[in-house]
């Protein structure tokens, strides 16, 4: 893979795209932006138009989701309040425990990522590490699901494939909450990929079935609580 160049056309056709995102989007949604960047896990990195940086930290926590964690604090305060207003030294360690947890996670959550000369470079939990654009295989933005009590939550990370070996490869995530939206698009715009086609096809396969199948789980369970309930009702009609 080439180093960065100085390639104009390419690099102005980016920053073109860049400003009608800026200029159309006043409201970018995390799907928008995924839709915009590269978010093929099979893909490698063939070249850098420029030098690129992203910044996770708490000012672009606060911008995009400042309104939601306020209402979220003021709900949690007046519920910890009303409990432990009785008991002014639990409230204290229970307020004190809050912001520890709030601080623990934005330095965790704290990084950099950026695009240099001979490599990528990144920051997270106090430690930088550098990646070689010859041992780069790629970068790609993925959308994972978890679920919290039953109800599916998606979120969406940065995934960073390094080739250290035939039998190894090291892979890093990095969240986006604390991102900024227009940066994360710019910086994928500043390289481009190769999608490995077959590797891809068989993930999409893979990932077809894999929905058909929860699609299936679905229905089957649709079904019998539908049997299920007209049991019941058949059940309770004759026990009367």
């Not at 009785?86 to 950026?114: Q, R, W």
């Not at 909450?177 to 490995?196: A, C, G, P, R």
Request: with cysteine; net charge positive.
């Amino acid at each position: 893979m080439n180093n960065i160049n100085n390639n104009d056309s390419k690099s102005n056709e980016k920053k073109s795209d860049v400003k009608n995102v800026n200029s159309k989007q006043t409201k970018l949604t995390w799907k928008k932006v995924y839709q915009k960047c590269n978010h093929l896990k099979f893909s490698q990195v063939t070249n850098v138009f420029k030098k690129a940086k992203i910044n996770s930290n708490v000012i672009n926590l606060l911008k995009n989701y400042g309104t939601i964690i306020l209402i979220g604090l003021i709900i949690i305060l007046t519920i910890l309040i009303i409990t432990f207003w009785n008991n002014l030294s639990i409230l204290l360690c229970a307020l004190l425990l809050l912001f520890a947890l709030c601080a623990f996670a934005i330095v965790y959550g704290s990084y950099y990522i950026k695009l240099d000369e001979d490599g990528v470079k990144f920051k997270v939990n106090f430690q930088e590490n550098s990646i070689p654009y010859n041992k780069l295989i790629g970068i790609y933005l993925t959308k994972m699901k978890k679920r919290f009590f039953f109800i599916p939550i998606y979120y969406y990370a940065i995934q960073i494939t390094e080739y250290v070996d035939k039998e190894k490869m090291n892979i890093y995530s990095f969240p986006t909450i604390m991102l900024n939206k227009k940066e994360l698009i710019n910086f994928f715009n500043s390289f481009e990929v190769k999608i490995i086609k077959d590797e891809e096809e068989e993930e999409q396969k893979k990932e077809e079935e894999r929905k058909n199948f929860h699609k299936a789980i679905g229905i089957v369970i649709g079904i019998l609580l539908i049997i299920l309930f007209v049991i019941s009702l058949i059940l309770y009609a004759f026990s009367k």
